[in-house]
């Protein structure tokens, strides 16, 4: 089973650290406090999907609040000829008194803790890997 924990988040990180050796999966960032709750993570297809020719498109995908702890999910996708390959996670949780998406303070606390500053970061960890996205925003 792959539960490790009552805490949705925490037993994600304990299963991404076991897996870190075997599936070659890398914490990217954490942190759980009081209305701001995420954790992003590599999977083991990144360095080797980042490296390769083979890839034709990256896209994001993502869901809200689908699971019985209101977590969101954006996941980074690889597209090689047709086929998807997921190369990272993030899980995030954001509670509106803590979401000042439109202010303009980028503070530390305001990055850990706005719905788009932690965005900003996840996507901004990729920048020292040879994956360059191009950004869309609809």
Do not use: W
């Not at 406090?33 to 999977?43: D, L, P, R, S």
């Amino acid at each position: 089973m792959y539960r490790r924990s009552d805490d949705q988040l925490q037993s994600s990180r304990i299963l991404v650290r076991e897996l870190r050796e075997s599936m070659h999966c890398e914490e990217l960032m954490f942190r759980s406090v009081e209305g701001a709750q995420y954790f992003g993570f590599k999977t083991g297809f990144f360095e080797l999907l980042v490296r390769s020719d083979q890839v034709t498109k990256y896209h994001v995908d993502s869901t809200y609040r689908s699971n019985n702890a209101g977590f969101e999910l954006f996941g980074i996708v690889a597209n090689v000829y047709g086929s998807g390959y997921p190369i990272a996670y993030l899980l995030m949780k954001i509670n509106a008194s803590s979401n000042n998406n439109n202010n303009d303070n980028n503070d530390d606390r305001e990055e850990n803790n706005s719905r788009i500053g932690v965005l900003k970061t996840f996507f901004s960890t990729h920048e020292k890997s040879r994956l360059e996205p191009d950004i869309h925003v609809l």
